[in-house]
C-alpha cells in the first residue's frame, strides 16, 4: 500500500465523526442503462462522415430552393439575346436556349420536384401504413387478400400506366403527387406489415389486450408508433425513388407541363443544346443525382442505426 | 497501518499447505464504450489451489463473468485487461503472454462451461466432432482415436447410449443433456482448471441437481479444479471451498464457505444471505431487501460502492473507500464497520478488527 | 378441489381445465390436462413446476388471454370465456397480470405516466388530465417510484424498477385478483425480496388475491397460502404451503424439495437427496397411466396403465399418485 494514501486515511480515521452513522443524503447518479433510440441515432450519424455531408448537402439544396423568390432572375424572362450563355457574374450558371437565368430556373425546378418528392411520400407512407397495419394485425383472409391486392399492383408496370394517365389527365402537381403516391404505397405496405405482425405477438401488446383495449387503440397507441423508424427509413427511400420518377416523367414530356418546370424538364429541355452547351444537362443532371443520392445514404444510415442492437 | 498482506498463509482442507493452482492479482479489466469507459472489474485478487472449488458469487454487473473471461483470456476490443493485472498459472504472467501461449492454455489446461449450452456449442457439427475437435487441437490425437474417447467421455457424463448419441446435433438434445456435452467438451484434455458461469442457472432444479452432481463426482475422480460463477448462494453452499462476494467490480469478502455462511461480515453478503427465502426456514420471516440498485459503471465513486445503499453507512463510508480486514484462515472483508472504532450492535460480527500489521 | 366449508364463495373457480394445441401430424401439446383449484379472497395460490409443466399456460387461460379446449373458469361465478363486449371488458378491469419479461412488457415507445394511466382512461376511471396525473404519483410513490419518473422512458430504468412499473400499472385499474406471471425470475436476488415485499404489501392493503405462477419453490413457499405443483400439465399435488414442506406426499413434490440448494453448507451436507433420473419429459403425446411413471422411483404397473385420481389424504390435501391408498 502507498504510504501517502495510508497517511491520508489515517487523517479520515481520526476524524471525530468518521465512525457515526451516515445521514443519508447522498445519491449515487443513477444508472443509465440504455440511451434512447434518438440518442444513438444520433451518435452514429455524428461518426458517419458520408452521413453528414449529404445531410448538410440535402440542407443547402432545400434552403435554396425555398428562397428561390429572392433571385434577383426571374426564371420565365426571356432574353434571346442573350441565349446560351457560359455562366458570367451576372448569370451563375449561365443562360439556356431562351436567354432565361439558368440557376433560377434550377432553383424553382428544385421546388417543384421537391414539392412533388416530399408529398407524393406522404401519400405513399400514409396509405401504406395503414394498409399494412390493418392486414398484418388483422390477419387471415383480410390479411390474405390485401397482401394480393399488393402483389397486383406490384405487377402492373407502373411507369408506363402513370404515362398513360397522364395523358388523358392534364398533369398539375397534385395530379403527379397522387399519381407517384399511388404506385409507390406498396413497398411501405409490406414493410409495415412484416413489422406489425411480430409486433402485436410482442408482451406489451397483450398487456394492453389484457387491459381491455381495443383493437383501433393497440393498432394506434401501440404499433405505429414502434413503427417509426422503420417508416422513416421507407419514407427517406420513397422521397429518392419519387423525385427520380418525375424527374423521369418530365424528362420524356409526360411530367409538368410549361410554363412550370422541374429538373427533368429541364434535362429535356437540354437534350437538344447538348452539344452547344452540355452543362444546361448537366446542372440540372447533378441536382437530381445529388438529393437522390443523399436521400438514399440518409435513409440507409437511419436504417442502420435504428435496427434492433443486441441486448443482454 | 491498516491493511492486508498481499498473501496469507492458508491451509487447505487437510490442513496441509496445498499449492496454488492459478493466483489472480490486481486484475483490471475495463471496456471502451462510446460513452466512456466501464470499469467492469476494479483490482480482483484470488487464487485456486489443486483440486478445490472457488466460487464467485454476486449479482448482475457486479463483474463475475468478466473476471472469468480474463482468466481465459477471451477479453477482446473494445475489452482491455489493463496493465498491473497478473494472472499467474505454472510460473506464467499470462496477461502478458502472446495469443499462442493463451491458445495451448486454452481447453488444454484451462477450460470453460457456459450459462447457455445452445448458443455455446456450435449447431452445425455434430456433438462426437466437437468433443474430437477439442482433444484434436490439444493432444494431437487421430481423428478414429478422438471420437472414441469422445464416446467415452458422454458415458462419463452420464448421457445414455453414447455411441448414437456422438453423431446428433446439439438441437436433438434436452438443455441438461446439452450442459452434461458442454462439460465433456470442457473435460475432453483433462484441464486442470474449470470454469463454471453460471451452468445451471437457465435449467430446471431437478436437472440443476443432476448436473452439480455430475461436476462434483468429476471433481472427485480427476482433481480438476472448479471457478464456480454463479448468484445461487444455495449452489455454492455444497459445492465450494472458498467463496468470493463480488459488488461493483471488486471482491468485498472472501473466505472459506463456512465463514462466509456462518460469520459473514459485510452487509451485502448478510443481506445477499437473508433476502432469499430459505425452505426450512420460517415461512412467514420477511424478507431483508436491499434497497435501491448498484451505482452506474461509468462513473467514479468516491468511498465505498455500497455506501448509499447500506443500512449501516457511517460517514466515513461516504469518504473513504474502505481497505481490507483479514482475519483467520484467509476470511477477508472490505468494511469500515470491521475498524475496531466502529461500534454498535450489527446483525453480523463487527468491530473485531484482525489487522494485519504491514511488514 | 374447493373442500372449504365456509359459506364463501371463491374468487376464482378452475373446474376440469384442458388447453390442448395441436402440432400437426396428429399430435396434440396437452398444455394444461384436466386441472382444478379454486382461491379465496385476499389469499394467494401458488402454481409451481418445471418448464414444459404448463404453469404459465394456465394462468394465461384463467385470464382468458388463451381459450380453453374444455372445463371452465369461473371468475366470482361468470364464465370468463363466455364473456362478450361490456362483460369482457368489466373483466379486464378486476383481473390483472403482471408478466415475467419486464423488458417486453412495457411499451418502449410510452412514458412511464402514459404506460400507468392508458388502463384508466380504457376504463373512464379519471376526469381530466389532473386527476389522472395525481392518481399515477400516487401510484409510483407506492410502488416506492418517484413523481418524476412519470415523464420518462422505460429504457431509463432497471428491471427491478421495471417490474414496479409493471406492478403500478396493474394496481391503477383496483383490480381484485392479480395473475403473477413468473414476476421475478428476470431479477436479481435482491431485487426479487423487494418486489416480493412489495406485493405482499399491496395484498395486505388492497384485499388483493393472487395468482403465483414461477418456478422457485422456495420463494412460492413464502408468498402462498396455498401451493398447486404441477406436472406436465397435470396437478400432482395441491395443499396448503406449511403443509406442502412438512409433509410432502407425491414423489414428484419430494424430489423437487430435495434438489432445491439450501443456502447452508451444513444442512446441504447432511440433507438426503433424491435425485431423478432422465430428462423432463415432453408435453408433446405422453404416455398413458401417470405422467411422472419415467422418473418416478416407486412406478409400478399400475402406474403405467392408469391415470391417478386427485385423492384427499388430509384436510385441504390432495394428491394425485396410486400409492395413496
Known amino acids: 500500500m502507498n504510504p501517502e494514501i495510508s497517511e491520508a486515511l489515517l487523517k479520515e480515521v481520526e476524524m471525530d465523526d468518521a465512525f457515526q452513522p451516515a445521514q443519508k443524503g447522498r445519491k449515487n447518479q443513477e444508472a443509465v442503462y440504455e440511451r434512447g433510440i434518438w440518442y444513438n441515432l444520433l451518435i452514429s450519424l455524428k461518426e458517419n462522415r458520408l452521413a453528414i455531408v449529404c445531410l448538410i448537402l440535402l440542407c443547402v439544396i432545400i434552403l435554396a430552393s425555398l428562397l428561390a423568390p429572392l433571385s434577383p432572375h426571374d426564371p420565365d424572362a426571356m432574353n434571346l439575346r442573350n441565349k446560351l450563355a457560359g455562366p458570367s457574374s451576372e448569370h451563375f450558371w449561365g443562360t439556356d436556349d431562351l436567354g432565361r437565368d439558368y440557376f433560377t430556373r434550377a432553383l424553382y425546378g428544385g421546388r417543384v420536384s421537391l414539392t412533388v418528392g416530399i408529398f407524393s411520400m406522404l401519400v405513399s407512407v400514409v396509405v401504406g401504413t395503414l394498409f399494412g397495419t390493418i392486414s398484418g394485425y388483422l390477419g387471415g383472409t383480410v390479411d390474405n387478400l390485401m397482401m394480393r391486392a399488393v402483389d397486383i399492383f406490384m405487377s402492373v408496370p407502373s411507369f408506363l400506366l402513370i404515362i398513360i394517365i397522364n395523358s388523358f389527365l392534364s398533369p398539375s402537381m397534385i395530379t403527379m403527387v397522387v399519381i407517384i403516391g399511388i404506385f409507390s404505397w406498396m413497398g411501405v405496405a409490406r414493410i409495415v406489415r412484416a413489422e406489425t405482425m411480430s409486433l402485436k405477438e410482442r408482451e406489451f401488446v397483450l398487456a394492453a389486450r389484457n387491459m381491455g383495449a381495443g383493437n383501433l387503440e393497440i393498432m394506434f397507441r401501440h404499433i405505429i408508433p414502434n413503427m417509426v423508424p422503420s417508416i422513416i427509413v421507407a419514407a427517406s427511400i420513397s422521397i429518392a425513388r419519387a423525385i427520380l420518377t418525375e424527374s423521369s416523367l418530365s424528362f420524356l414530356g409526360f411530367g409538368v407541363k410549361l410554363p412550370m418546370s422541374s429538373w427533368g424538364s429541364m434535362l429535356q429541355n437540354a437534350q437538344s443544346h447538348i452539344m452547344d452547351n452540355p452543362m444546361l444537362a448537366l446542372y440540372p443532371g447533378t441536382l437530381i443525382l445529388l438529393t437522390v443520392l443523399s436521400f438514399n445514404v440518409l435513409g440507409d444510415v437511419l436504417r442502420n442505426a435504428l435496427e434492433p442492437k443486441m441486448v443482454k | ?359 | 378441489m374447493c373442500g372449504r366449508s365456509i359459506n364463501e364463495e371463491p374468487v376464482l373457480q378452475v373446474s376440469h381445465l384442458k388447453k390442448y394445441f395441436p402440432m400437426g401430424k396428429k399430435q396434440v401439446l396437452k398444455a394444461v390436462d384436466d386441472v382444478s383449484f379454486c382461491i379465496y379472497k385476499g389469499k394467494t395460490l401458488g402454481l409451481v413446476g418445471e418448464s414444459g409443466c404448463g404453469k404459465t399456460t394456465c394462468g394465461r387461460t384463467c385470464t382468458g388471454l388463451y381459450s380453453r379446449s374444455g372445463g371452465e373458469v369461473l371468475f366470482k361465478g361468470q364464465d370468463v370465456h363466455k364473456l362478450r363486449g361490456k362483460e369482457r371488458k368489466a373483466f379486464t378491469k378486476s383481473v390483472q397480470t403482471i408478466f415475467q419479461d419486464p423488458y417486453a412488457s412495457l411499451d418502449p415507445r410510452m412514458k412511464v405516466g402514459e404506460i400507468i394511466s392508458e388502463g384508466m382512461r380504457i376504463h373512464n376511471m379519471v376526469e381530466g388530465k389532473k386527476e389522472e396525473q395525481d392518481r399515477v404519483q400516487e401510484l409510483l410513490r407506492q410502488v416506492g417510484l418517484q413523481a418524476e419518473h412519470a415523464n420518462r422512458y422505460i429504457h431509463e430504468f432497471s428491471g427491478g424498477q421495471r417490474q414496479r412499473i409493471g406492478i403500478a400499472r396493474a394496481l391503477a385499474i383496483k383490480p381484485e385478483f392479480i395473475v403473477c406471471d413468473e414476476p421475478i425470475s428476470a431479477l436479481d436476488v435482491s431485487i426479487q425480496a423487494q418486489i416480493v415485499n412489495l406485493l405482499q404489501k399491496m395484498q395486505e392493503r388492497l384485499g388483493l388475491t393472487y395468482l403465483f405462477v414461477a418456478h422457485d419453490l422456495s420463494m412460492v413457499r413464502h408468498i402462498s397460502d396455498q401451493v398447486a405443483v404441477m406436472y406436465l400439465g397435470k396437478i400432482v399435488e395441491l395443499t396448503s404451503s406449511d403443509e406442502l414442506y412438512n409433509h410432502p406426499v407425491h414423489p414428484y413434490t419430494q424430489a423437487l424439495l430435495s434438489a432445491i440448494p439450501i443456502p447452508d453448507p451444513d444442512v446441504e451436507s447432511s440433507r438426503k437427496r433424491i435425485v431423478l433420473k432422465g430428462d423432463v419429459p415432453s408435453p408433446i403425446s405422453p404416455p398413458a397411466g401417470c405422467r411422472f411413471q419415467g422418473r418416478c422411483r416407486f412406478a409400478c404397473d399400475r402406474c403405467r396403465q392408469e391415470e391417478p385420481p386427485m385423492r384427499q389424504v388430509g384436510t385441504d390435501h390432495y394428491v394425485a399418485c396410486h400409492l395413496v391408498e
Open chain 2, 1 to 359: 497501518m491498516y491493511c492486508c498482506k498481499g498473501e496469507w498463509d492458508r491451509t487447505g482442507k487437510e490442513g496441509i499447505q496445498m499449492s496454488k493452482l492459478i493466483e489472480v492479482r490486481n486484475l483490471r479489466v475495463s471496456y471502451h464504450t462510446y460513452a466512456g469507459e466501464v470499469r467492469s472489474v476494479r483490482g480482483v485478487d484470488f487464487s485456486v489451489e489443486e483440486g478445490e472449488t472457488l466460487a464467485i458469487v454476486g449479482e448482475s454487473g457486479c463483474g463475475k463473468t468478466v473476471t472469468a473471461k480474463a482468466v481465459m483470456g477471451l477479453i477482446q476490443s473494445p475489452g482491455e485487461v489493463k496493465q498491473g493485472s497478473e494472472i499467474l498459472y505454472g510460473g506464467k504472467n499470462m496477461a502478458l503472454q502472446p495469443e499462442k501461449e493463451w491458445e495451448a492454455y486454452r481447453g488444454g489446461e484451462c477450460a470453460m462451461i457456459f450459462q447457455d449450452a445452445l448458443a455455446a456449442l456450435n449447431p452445425t457439427l455434430t456433438v462426437g466432432k466437437q468433443i474430437a475437435e477439442n482433444l484434436m487441437i490439444h493432444k494431437k490425437a487421430k481423428k478414429a482415436e478422438a471420437m472414441k474417447k469422445a464416446e467415452e467421455l458422454l458415458g462419463k457424463v452420464g448421457i445414455p447410449e453414447p455411441e448414437k448419441r456422438i453423431r446428433q446435433y446439439p438441437h436433438e438434445f434436452s438443455g441438461g443433456m446439452r450442459q452434461r456435452v458442454m462439460i465433456a467438451i470442457a473435460l475432453a484434455c483433462s484441464p486442470k482448471l474449470l470454469i463454471a458461469d453460471e451452468p445451471t442457472t437457465a435449467l430446471d432444479v431437478t436437472i440443476q441437481a443432476q448436473i452439480l452432481e455430475l461436476l462434483k463426482e468429476l471433481q472427485k475422480e480427476t482433481k480438476v479444479s472448479i471457478i464456480l460463477i454463479t448468484h445461487d448462494l444455495g449452489v455454492v453452499a455444497d459445492m465450494a471451498d472458498h467463496i468470493a462476494v463480488m459488488y461493483f467490480g471488486k471482491i468485498i469478502e472472501y473466505g472459506r464457505g463456512r465463514d462466509i455462511f456462518y460469520h459473514s461480515r459485510h452487509p451485502y453478503t448478510w443481506s445477499l444471505l437473508n433476502a432469499v427465502p430459505r425452505l426450512d426456514g420460517d415461512r412467514k420471516k420477511t424478507l431483508v431487501s436491499i434497497e435501491g440498485a448498484p451505482p452506474d459503471l461509468l462513473l467514479p465513486i468516491e468511498g465505498c460502492p455500497f455506501a448509499e445503499r447500506c443500512p449501516y453507512c457511517m460517514n466515513i463510508c461516504t469518504r473513504r473507500e474502505p481497505p481490507v480486514f483479514g482475519f483467520e484462515e484467509g476470511h477477508r472483508v472490505s468494511c469500515w464497520l470491521q475498524h475496531e472504532k466502529a461500534e454498535g450492535s450489527y446483525p453480523f460480527e463487527t468491530g473485531g478488527a484482525l489487522c494485519v500489521e504491514e511488514a
